[in-house]
Nanobody, 124 residues
Framework: VELVESGGGSVEAGGSLGLSCTFSGTPWKNSCMAWFRHIPAKAREAVATIDDLGGTYYLDVVKGRFTISEDNAKKTLYLQMNNLKPEDSAMYYC???????????????????WGQGTQVTVSS
């Protein structure tokens, strides 16, 4: 399974960006799919997850601003990011795991499939 992200870019604080992650190959439907972000010198952190039952998780600092969703027909995972802040600047990655339990307390080491990442830069 190959994951390909798109949609990153530069935006001013308060703006919005939408990220997409297209899955190729099989299976499309993984038990847990997630968006992580990585800032240099910091650990990769999960910002949102969605499991195969539709359950979602959000990092506290993005709740109310980010929305994770999926389109089964397009085999695509999305992350809509609104009211962006400079501290949201990072490389964003989509990832997939084989067990929905990983969606509850997502850790990067539990996810075996990753995209190449897309950069998000928010200026103040």
């Amino acid at each position: 399974v190959e994951l390909v992200e798109s949609g990153g870019g530069s935006v001013e604080a308060g703006g919005s960006l939408g990220l997409s992650c297209t899955f190729s190959g099989t299976p499309w439907k993984n038990s847990c799919m997630a968006w992580f972000r990585h800032i240099p010198a910091k650990a990769r952190e999960a910002v949102a997850t969605i499991d195969d039952l539709g359950g979602t998780y959000y990092l506290d600092v993005v709740k109310g601003r980010f929305t994770i969703s999926e389109d089964n027909a397009k085999k695509t995972l999305y992350l809509q990011m609104n009211n962006l802040k400079p501290e949201d600047s990072a490389m964003y990655y989509c990832a997939a795991a084989d067990d929905r339990v990983y969606c509850r307390h997502p850790q990067a080491y539990d996810f075996g499939r990753w995209g190449q990442g897309t950069q998000v830069t928010v200026s103040s």
